[in-house]
Nanobody, 116 residues
Framework: QVQLVESGGGLVQAGGSLRLSCAAS????????MGWYRQAPGKQRELVAA???????NYADSVKGRFTISRDKAKITVYLQMNSLKSEDTAVYYC??????????WGQGTQVTVSS
């Protein structure tokens, strides 16, 4: 069984920074893509950033230039450095992973609240 455990969420003022971490554990042969989604109240879950096995990266337009995704392959951990946070970044942030057989896994979510 695979588990994704997020940490690093919290309350921050607009303009501030937070760093999210997500560690994967369990029966993992190899990972393909790791990333972050978010879901604000009343809105659909959306992709924030993703990083592929070879290092390719995608960002949502709304976070480009402010958020940075990175991964530690040895630790099977993905990070999301969030700078210049805005109130519209307030959401539950979910870690996601696709392994090489193509199975999709979610973390339990961590709340990020940005006060204006």
């Amino acid at each position: 069984q695979v588990q994704l455990v997020e940490s690093g969420g919290g309350l921050v003022q607009a303009g501030g920074s937070l760093r999210l971490s997500c560690a994967a554990s369990g029966s993992i042969f190899s990972t393909n893509v790791m990333g972050w989604y978010r879901q604000a109240p009343g809105k659909q879950r959306e992709l924030v950033a993703a990083i592929g096995r070879g290092g390719s990266i995608n960002y949502a337009d709304s976070v480009k230039g402010r958020f940075t995704i990175s991964r530690d392959k040895a630790k099977i951990t993905v990070y999301l450095q969030m700078n210049s946070l805005k109130s519209e970044d307030t959401a539950v942030y979910y870690c996601a992973m696709i392994d090489n057989p193509g199975n999709f896994y979610w973390g339990q979510g961590t709340q990020v609240t940005v006060s204006s």
